[in-house]
């Protein structure tokens, strides 16, 4: 992206032709230089200490390349200022601000800090937050009363990953901008002062690549191990530090980067490989595998193919590590992780098994019991999806086994979409019904699902202190009796997704009349009227599903008349 942006700059530079033909070849020598030698940190600095005068006429070529870039900038800003900005937030100083107005008294709602939806949601510009299934956690299990102790933020630097605590040390790896590119940081600070103990940013001569993924540590906190790389990255390493020094203790290169966060059970670590995709979607080289090494002696043990995967993974006390399989995977997947010769003895491979999934599986992975849950979507921080879906997958690993009967029934006895006054996880009022009909279709075909219901049927009651809405406003009604338009929209739901091709596909449900019924589809293109799209009969259990062609912003809703000839008339949904 920034050669191609550079590119742009010297393309612009024939505005010097006026002076002469003859000075147009050593202008655009002087800015390819300057160009190159600016994305070369180190060939300045050795550029500077040996030749001064030639630095100097490069620094000052490239700032006035940097000062039509910008003017540039202006220019075309100026003349797109209609067009949406997309706002930056400082998560660090929302949390100093949250913590201050709780030192207040004070109760943050709606403040200009709260922080949008994640770009590419299933929501529209300047729209509400993403799909709520539950409410927020209740209040005893967030953090309360918290007070800054320090900061550490060193400059132009930023923290992708999660910390990892230790006694009284915190390890943590960053990403350094570095003059069009990105470097990687790995700090070890003290809990009690913020202040760094030690601090690494290369490897060997060259600069460390930048960090997603987390730091994990052995059970003794002697050895700390991270993957390297961003999406874009090929050519990194899986490191080993000695905690006490900040000294590298091995590293095992792959050609690929590795986002996840490993995995560590006694000696042994276990990571992911991402694939890197081109802009097809489809991988460049390796589409991506699992590796894991011995710790002591940082020998890899074993490799398997596994498509893309980025997620995070975990390891039972069986020694079974599962592991998200990302693009072109779309499922979770049980390795086991003794060595290949283990494995030969006991006759079993190392793939126990592979649940394929209907999105991309990128996060890490939880184990809850006999539970595996894990969540995916079609849209990350690298592939954005103007319609981006996803799910939570709780697989049940005892089933998976053989050890329970597959397909056990699953009652869903507690479900709601919050919504307003909640603005920090609650959708707007018009979006709770198609929220709702969206994950009640799911449900619907999915055949494990025997039960769905609505949670509740009116809001909880604000609180006088702490959180202002810290319970359930998933319900059909608000706290003061008032309906919301999803109670109208209950009897009614309708679901409108769009898929690729330019496809809306419809799902509805007649509740109060589950049997045939005959129905009315209608549809209203932007600023249009309502006019019929189809007409047809619902199943015995009142449900139905049509496909119909996309257009956006184009709004669907369903009108039928029951036995004692009253009309009723669902709510205007469009597709996301």
Partial sequence: MQAVE??????????????????????????????????????LLRLCLENPATAVKSIAVLVVVAGCAFLGYQLLAGAGSQRAVQ??????????NIIAQEQAGKVATGSTDTPPPIAGGPVAAGG?????????????????????????QPEDTMFLGRPTAFGNRIYVAGCQSDLGSYTGILVCLDAETGRPIWQVSELGDEPLKPFFSSPALTTDGKCLVIGQGLHEDRDCALLCYDTSNGKLKWSIKTPLHIESSPAVQGDLVIVGAGAIEG??????????????????DGMQIWRHAVNDPESSPTIDGAGVAYIGSGFNGNAVVALRSDGDDRLREQHVERLKWRRGLDYPITSGVVLADDLVLASG????????????????????????????????????????????????SGVSLSRQPAYYAISEHVAYANPRVALFSQYLMSDDRPGSGGERFGGFESGLKGSNGKRKPSYAA???????????GGTDVLWGL?????????????????GGKWRRLRELTTTTTGVWSIRAGHRDRQQYRIRWTDANGKRHTGPAIQAY
């Avoid at 209040?139 to 550490?152: D, I, K, V, Y």
């Avoid at 007649?510 to 932007?526: G, L």
Wanted: charge should be positive; proline fraction near 9%; glycine fraction near 6%.
């Fill in 490 to 500: 209950f009897a009614n739901p309708l679901a409108v997704e769009k898929y690729r």
């Fill in 6 to 43: 550079h590119s742009q700059i010297v393309a612009v530079v024939p505005i010097f032709t006026n002076l002469g033909a003859a000075v147009l070849p050593m202008v655009l020598a002087a800015i390819g230089s300057a160009v190159a030698i600016a994305f070369r940190p180190r060939e």
């Fill in 128 to 152: 509400d937050p993403p799909l709520a299934s539950t409410a927020p956690p209740s209040a005893p299990t967030a953090p309360e009363h918290l007070t800054l102790l320090w900061r550490f």
């Fill in 377 to 424: 979507g079609n849209g990350d921080l690298v592939h954005s999806n103007r319609n981006a879906h996803g799910l939570v997958a709780a697989l049940d690993k005892a089933g998976s086994a053989g050890a329970l009967p597959r397909g056990l029934r699953i009652y869903l006895t507690e479900f709601g979409i919050q919504s307003f006054p909640d603005r920090v």
């Fill in 279 to 296: 802009k097809d979607g489809q991988p460049t080289s390796d589409p991506g595998f699992v590796f894991a090494v011995r710790i002591s």
């Fill in 87 to 96: 706002q930056r937030f400082d998560w660090a100083r929302i949390a100093e």
């Fill in 510 to 526: 007649i509740r109060p009349q589950r049997s045939e019924t005959r129905i009315r589809i209608e549809v209203r293109r932007r």
